[in-house]
């Protein structure tokens, strides 16, 4: 590990001199017109992979924009990691609050401000520079690396999924790695170990088969909207539990140790409640906001749509009323089984005086590796010898369905190793990333393949 | 009277043959290219009125369509009868699925087809012609009349408020009458008797400072959907009554004598339910479905928007939620007070985790006439003498601006005695008008006169 350190050190200006170059690249996947630098783009990251010594390196076309692959598997009785990112970015608007171009990289105390340099070319860069070094410096890897780097993250990665169930040969592996995460703080490593699943549902309700004069008809006849309030008020009590029958029965419950260990986390709750402008927060009783972010499921109310809706007054009785939900869901709540749960529920409520129709739009599994996964222990020490602290393990409230893909399509798991800081303005203005973390990150992954090699995956 | 009766009875093919030239006018208030043909109604109007004798006949202009006002005032120490009604129309769309062209009138089994001949010139001609009978057949009338006849009630009356409070001493009256409702059912002649007030708002809530991504938030912060949600259900009990605190402290009961008489009346409750294409009906226990519409103050949600409502899915925890709800009203409920008792409420309901306005669009008063009331008394004897029975007496769950106005700028009861019949499509392709109903309502209406002259006011 001494020459993959030193190869680190002695070629990192250049390294940040290739970060430069790819965040140049205006690789905006919703952005029509840039879909020659998307491509171009593509062809930056496959050109990166040949020069560091990565095989089979290879475009593949999609109906969007196309996935990079390359792979090194010359570590004969070694795991193999599948390491997933995105070359694509998020669009610019508005372009007037960029302190510098979003596409002209700039240093300013330490940090890289560009569109993409956090999320996510900072961290495939990182990636990418610690196999770089490794070859380099030993003319070899300590594991087996396949590298899936997609440019429609930003756009839904729809062609993703098909691209990872035609290529499940290819793209065989015993453990994925995701560096597309934050960091809990400044100088945090952090691993995360559980992602929310998901279950989105429409509910439509019919009335009269018009919209009625509110004057001639109300009083006798059920107002589908005052129904639908109704209705989405029962799925949750006034302490914020789910009343959805079976709702809860496979949460894996938090461990005593997990809420210690959220609980010493650096969180300012009023910072978060003064950012979100809020005068005070609300959740399930007898959790934390980290808790229940992270840990316990949800029933929000996404959407809402009946009547009248414009200026003024229109003293109309609507013939019908929508909502959009949707259930975030935990380890191991099954998002077929929850969604047949709501639409029971929902059936049981729901008076006669409206019809009910449920449409499930999507859903997406929770996952929860162990921390104790050799994977994410080798992980964790990489981060420990990288940034000279153990990581902090937290869980995410949203999804990253890739996650589920892997685990679903590939039966592997995945280990969330981020390197962004939560304030780096991904998706906004004045997007940055800290350059120590980028040196860091490579140190850290750079010793995670060594650490890898070590263990039985 | 018999000179007065043989009048109607010898000219009415001439009425006849007047509605007609009334009816081919398309005097569509909404329609900017029939703005002279609005002005040429309300030409022919006044033409009508100087044709029959009344007196100070003038077109009053207005910021849209004239006021054409007309008087007789030569009974001496006798009441005066302010009549409203308009000469305006609704739109003809679509234009299709008339039988006959809207503006052809044409008669069929006994029904004169044409927009406006319902609602509302066969009514004003009906009063018109009342008058006639009496000034050309005796050379003088029992009562004196003030006719008001508006051109803006298909498009919310704008102009009709300022010119009443400017115009209070020409508009003095004892009593004001309108022929623009229906009757209950065929043959059964009728007067409306009480009309529900309205208090509608906007309420607004806000959470936090912007949508959030309800994966990252969702759990620990209040959703402005749901809060609404929770707040517009707790304004009425499962039983639908309105838990507003004192909201029905000023409703005038229904007697004994109203409740068996409305129970009397030929209502299909079958039939209202198959229309509405409804399983079940529902409203306030305890009352029937003419007693909830017509005699109960409600609560209904009139719009909801929140979040996202477009196709698909978007997993947005909404910054904002907003209603528009109305309260209907029945004597003596006031709409300002019962507004603040609605914000005092939502304001104790609404928790801290949002903010909450409550904007007040617009209201007005509930009107309740009594039956014995000797204006209300004479339009009976002379309904009784017009259809050979007496009528009966029905309120109207929807509101009529003007009688608030007349009852509150001018200090006036309204008697609405009213020829249409609830399926002769007013505002609808095929609208009719039963011709029977207006010769019936012209001798009814001749004899109402009669009989006004004869009560003290």
Redesign the interface.
């Known amino acids: 590990m001494d020459k993959v350190l030193s190869h680190i050190e002695k070629h990192h200006d250049r390294h940040l001199e290739e970060l430069k170059e790819f965040l140049r690249i205006p690789s905006i996947s919703t952005d029509r017109e840039r879909k020659g630098d998307v491509a171009r783009c593509a062809e930056w990251v496959a050109a990166q992979m040949r020069g560091i010594g990565l095989e089979h390196v290879e475009l593949h076309p999609t109906s969007g924009h196309p996935i990079v692959y390359g792979e090194w598997l010359g570590a004969k009785g070694k795991p193999t990691l599948l390491i997933y990112g995105h070359y694509d970015v998020q669009p610019v608007d508005p372009l007037n609050l960029w302190q510098s171009g979003p596409f002209e990289p700039t240093i300013r105390d330490g940090q890289i401000y560009a569109r993409g340099s956090a999320d996510d070319k900072g961290q495939v860069l990182i990636h990418l520079k610690a196999v770089e070094a490794h070859l380099k410096a030993t003319g070899s890897l300590p594991v087996n690396v396949k590298f899936l780097i997609e440019g429609e993250e930003e756009v839904g990665s729809e062609d993703l999924d098909p691209f990872i169930e035609r290529h499940r040969d290819l793209l065989r592996a015993d453990a994925a790695v995701v560096s597309d995460t934050s960091m809990f703080d400044r100088d945090l490593p952090t691993i995360t170990y559980g992602l929310?699943g998901?279950v989105?549902c429409?509910i439509d309700l019919e009335?009269?088969?018009t919209d009625?004069?509110?004057?001639?008809?109300?009083?006798?006849?059920?107002?589908p909207?005052?129904v639908?309030?109704?209705l989405?008020?029962q799925m949750?009590d006034e302490r914020g539990k789910v009343t959805i029958p079976g709702f809860y029965d496979d949460v894996v419950p938090l461990s005593d140790e997990e809420r210690r260990a959220f609980a010493a986390l650096p969180f300012d709750e009023e910072r978060y409640k003064r950012e979100?402008?809020?005068?005070?927060?609300?959740?399930?009783e007898g959790y934390s906001?980290l808790e229940?972010?992270w840990a316990?499921?949800?029933f929000?109310?996404?959407?809402?749509?009946?009547?009248?809706?414009g200026e003024?007054?229109?003293?109309?009785?609507?013939g019908r009323?929508?909502?959009?939900v949707?259930m975030?869901l935990v380890a191991n709540q099954d998002p077929d089984k929850i969604a047949a749960l709501f639409e029971k529920q929902a059936r049981a409520l729901c008076?006669?005086?409206v019809?009910l129709k449920v449409t499930r739009?999507?859903g997406g599994k929770p996952s929860l590796v162990p921390v104790q996964h050799p994977a994410v222990q080798a992980a964790a020490r990489g981060l420990q010898k990288g940034f000279g602290r153990p990581p902090v393990y937290i869980r995410?409230?949203?999804?990253i369905p890739v996650v589920a893909t892997f685990s679903e399509t590939l039966r592997i798991p995945t280990v969330l190793v981020g390197f962004g800081l939560p304030d780096e303005n991904a998706h906004a203005p004045n997007e940055r990333f800290d350059l120590s973390n980028f040196r860091r990150g490579i140190v850290s992954i750079a010793h995670m393949y060594d650490e890898v090699s070590r263990v039985r995956l």
């Open positions: 929310r998901l989105y429409q009335g009269p088969n009625l004069h509110s004057g001639s008809f109300g009083g006798a006849v059920a107002n909207a005052a639908l309030s109704r989405l008020t949750k979100l402008g809020l005068q005070a927060l609300a959740g399930e906001t229940r972010v316990r499921p949800t929000e109310v996404n959407g809402l749509l009946s009547g009248f809706t003024g007054a229109k003293t109309v009785l609507p009323a929508m909502a959009k949707s975030r008076p006669s005086t019809s739009m999507h995410e409230g949203g999804s």
